[in-house]
């Protein structure tokens, strides 16, 4: 009888230390951007350790991410697509990484509002 007792405590607490809060977040904001060869450049921008899933919308310019927030940022998750030349709710894209994106994503860039 003691060992069974024993089992069931052992499942109960194995079963408690599986459960941890989750460290993974998800994220949606705009992305200024034209085609489906920006949304190759702009998701491969993010392709970092720490980034689970990303998907840019061409026709909503919307970019969903989910990242480990252990392990990077949404601020950094930005800064990346700005690095590659792609406007974003929070960073002005880099204008020489703009200037060589291909013509046709070369996007009307708007005047940049900060926050």
Request: with cysteine.
């Given at each position: 009888m003691?060992?069974?007792?024993?089992?069931?405590?052992?499942?109960i607490?194995g079963l408690?230390?599986?459960?941890?809060?989750t460290?993974?977040?998800?994220?949606?904001f705009?992305?200024?951007?034209?085609?489906?060869?920006?949304?190759?450049?702009?998701?491969t921008?993010?392709?970092?350790?720490?980034v689970?899933?990303?998907d840019w919308?061409v026709?909503?310019?919307?970019m969903?991410?989910?990242f480990?927030t252990?392990?990077?940022?949404?601020?950094?998750?930005?800064?990346?697509?700005?690095?590659a030349?792609y406007?974003?709710d929070?960073?002005y894209?880099d204008d020489?990484?703009?200037?060589k994106?291909?013509?046709?994503?070369?996007y009307?860039?708007k005047p940049?509002?900060?926050k």
């Amino acid at each position: 009888m003691k060992y069974s007792y024993l089992i069931i405590i052992t499942f109960i607490l194995g079963l408690f230390s599986c459960t941890q809060s989750t460290s993974v977040k998800t994220a949606t904001f705009k992305v200024w951007g034209n085609c489906e060869k920006c949304k190759k450049t702009i998701e491969t921008a993010v392709a970092i350790k720490g980034v689970s899933e990303k998907d840019w919308n061409v026709e909503s310019k919307l970019m969903t991410v989910s990242f480990d927030t252990t392990l990077v940022s949404l601020d950094e998750v930005e800064q990346l697509i700005a690095k590659a030349g792609y406007d974003d709710d929070m960073y002005y894209g880099d204008d020489y990484a703009y200037g060589k994106l291909e013509s046709c994503c070369q996007y009307e860039r708007k005047p940049f509002d900060l926050k």
